[in-house]
């Protein structure tokens, strides 16, 4: 499967975890740029965070700083997204998408932040978070 595929979400309560996770032949290969985006009901789709598969640099949108944390596991073949201290604004439908570093690295080396820069998108998996 060259698409992305997701899996982890869900419905927690405020304060909760979450574990998601992004499988996929592309986010095996140590020269891609794996994201995170997520789009909640009426609001555009934001990053969330970012890695380079490549080396260990990664990337995080504000509200994600300190809470969640993006890292490839090499030795389960996917790239994980741990969410603590989740808050009802973190609902949405979370999308993994990945590109080849050769399209979406930027000069400096960082990964775009855009989305439209990104060839592969899963389906999303929904998380759910009540106050």
């Known amino acids: 499967e060259v698409r992305p595929v997701e899996s982890g979400g869900g419905s927690v309560q405020a304060g909760g975890s979450l574990r998601l996770s992004c499988a996929g032949s592309?986010?095996?290969?140590?020269?891609?740029?794996v994201a995170w985006f997520r789009q909640a009901p009426g609001k555009e789709r934001e990053v969330v965070a970012i890695?380079?598969?490549?080396?260990?640099?990664?990337y995080y949108a504000d509200f994600a700083e300190a809470r969640f944390t993006i890292s490839k596991v090499d030795a389960e073949k996917l790239v994980s997204l741990q969410m603590n201290s989740l808050k009802p604004e973190d609902t949405a439908m979370y999308y993994c998408?990945?590109?080849?570093?050769?399209?979406?690295?930027?000069?400096?080396?960082?990964?775009?932040?855009?989305?439209?820069?990104?060839?592969?998108w899963g389906q999303g998996t929904q998380v759910t978070v009540s106050s």
């Open positions: 890695i380079y598969t490549g080396g260990s640099s990664t």
């Open positions: 592309l986010v095996l290969y140590n020269n891609n740029c």
């Open positions: 998408a990945a590109g080849w570093a050769s399209a979406v690295r930027r000069p400096g080396g960082h990964c775009s932040t855009v989305s439209a820069d990104y060839g592969y």
